[in-house]
């Protein structure tokens, strides 16, 4: 099974800064890798599938990189609707896994 | 447009088991894969299966093998999950999700709340 490690597990940001966010893999999963975004109560939404493409009607300030073992995703001007808790989900093995989860809270 | 509505909050006792379903609408059911996801209250999503809504063929998580099964039914558009043995670590909300073939889930169920309480 492939383990996915997100980090930091917290990270506090003032609106308008840029958020990094870190995801790795314990072993190779190419560029199948996809972020979401998960606010209380709500389902997760799909923020960027292949390491970096946006899904449909994702606002361009976020954006993601990577491959093979590690990744990330920067969301590169914090508004107000961003803070949330993202995670990372590999689809590249069986069976598919997701990180634990970034919390990213208002500084 | 793509929805895929859940079946209401169940509360079951431990030892028994629950079945949650998912009817899709909006797309050709039979060309996409479904997702079974769930959430522990405050914790990470958990991964848990995958039907080929066509071939009807599945993928589950070790950690649930022989508990359960995901199942769907073409002229329905409806795929189920069940869960059997039940304990109170299964309370969680369950959710299904449409991904192609291979690929994340992009669209999700509404979740549903499956409470084990004696």
């Known amino acids: 099974e492939v383990e996915l490690t997100q980090s930091p597990a917290t990270l506090s940001v003032s609106p308008g800064e840029r958020a990094t966010l870190f995801c790795r893999a314990s072993?190779?999963?190419?560029?199948?890798l996809a972020w979401y975004q998960q606010k209380p109560g709500q389902a997760p939404r799909l923020l960027i599938s292949?390491?970096?493409t946006r899904a449909t009607g994702i606002p361009a300030r976020f954006s993601g990189s990577g491959s093979g073992t590690e990744f990330t995703l920067t969301i590169s001007s914090l508004q107000s609707e961003d803070f949330a808790v993202y995670y990372c989900?590999?689809?590249?093995?069986?069976?598919?896994?997701f990180g634990g989860g970034a919390k990213v809270e208002i500084k | 447009q793509v929805q895929l509505v859940q079946s209401g909050a169940e509360v079951k006792k431990p030892g028994a088991s629950v079945n949650v379903s998912c009817k899709a609408s909006g797309y050709d059911f039979t060309s996409y894969a479904i997702h079974w996801v769930r959430q522990a209250p405050g914790q990470r999503l958990e991964w848990m299966g995958w039907?080929?809504?066509?071939?009807?063929?599945?993928k589950y998580s070790q950690k649930f093998q022989g508990r359960f099964t995901i199942t769907r039914d073409t002229s329905a558009s409806t795929a189920y999950m069940e869960l059997s043995s039940l304990t109170s670590e299964d309370t969680a909300v369950y959710s299904c999700?449409?991904?192609?073939?291979?690929?994340?889930?992009?669209?999700w169920g509404q979740g549903t709340l499956v409470t084990v309480s004696s």
């Open positions: 999700a449409r991904s192609f073939l291979v690929g994340a889930p992009g669209n």
């Open positions: 989900h590999q689809y590249n093995n069986w069976p598919r896994t």
């Open positions: 072993q190779s999963i190419t560029t199948n």
């Open positions: 292949g390491a970096s």
């Open positions: 039907i080929n809504a066509g071939y009807g063929n599945t």
